[in-house]
């Protein structure tokens, strides 16, 4: 039996002046059309852009192709849609989707940046940059409340982030049983505030004293009655912190 399924094609927030549109008729195919929801919500909270702002741009406008911006998005989608590594982009750069994504035309002759150029843009992000970078985390948190919460929970907690060569700053770790990162993540509900790359080969609550402290400032300065609480296993109980 032929099924009766038509679907009506989904409209997307449209690119100049070319539309974007899901629909089942073939042509152009990606296999991340579901990135597009991601852009639509990048669109409302401006975190690409805002990321954008925290990275100087050194390059001379004149010799340059890739716009800083759209490489941030490209890398950025690229990785929520779990394409970890840089190589992925020798082929991505072609897909439609991932084009759109970036804020370019999709067109296969005109393909975004290559996995070289996104190296050296990663390259370049130094320690301002990053220090920056976590303030996005932290404004685009206070802008998602229309009004002062009553409590904030924030939650700390290492976890392991496995490599699989020579990087540095690798270490085994015994608990993990394998070799790993030890980044630091503060999370206040479902919301990251603060996602801190370590190394493994330290006691897992290092620096966290200083970044509650960092958190707190701030946050007393917009909502100076909230009543905030840290949540944390024994591993981060320091006379330090609790003072």
Known sequence: MKTQCTPEPML??????????ADFDGGAITSDAGALLLREVDRRIGLVDALNA???????????IHAQRAMLAQRIFALACGYEDLNDHQTLRTDPCFQVLAGKLADPEIPLASTPTLWRLEDRVDRP???NRVTVFIDRFIASHATPPETMILDFDAS????????EGRGFHG????????PLYVYCGDQLLVPYLRP??????KHSRAILKLLVARFRQVWPNTRIILRADSGFCRWKTMK
């Open 54 to 64: 925290c990275i100087p741009d050194p390059r001379n406008p004149l010799l340059t």
């Open 160 to 167: 392991d982030n496995p490599v699989y060569g020579n990087q």
């Open 200 to 205: 493994s080969r330290i006691d897992a609550a």
């Open 12 to 21: 997307f927030s449209s690119l100049y002046s070319q539309k974007v549109q």
């Open 129 to 131: 940059a990053m220090v």
């Open 175 to 182: 608990y993990y049983d394998e070799y790993c990162f030890l």
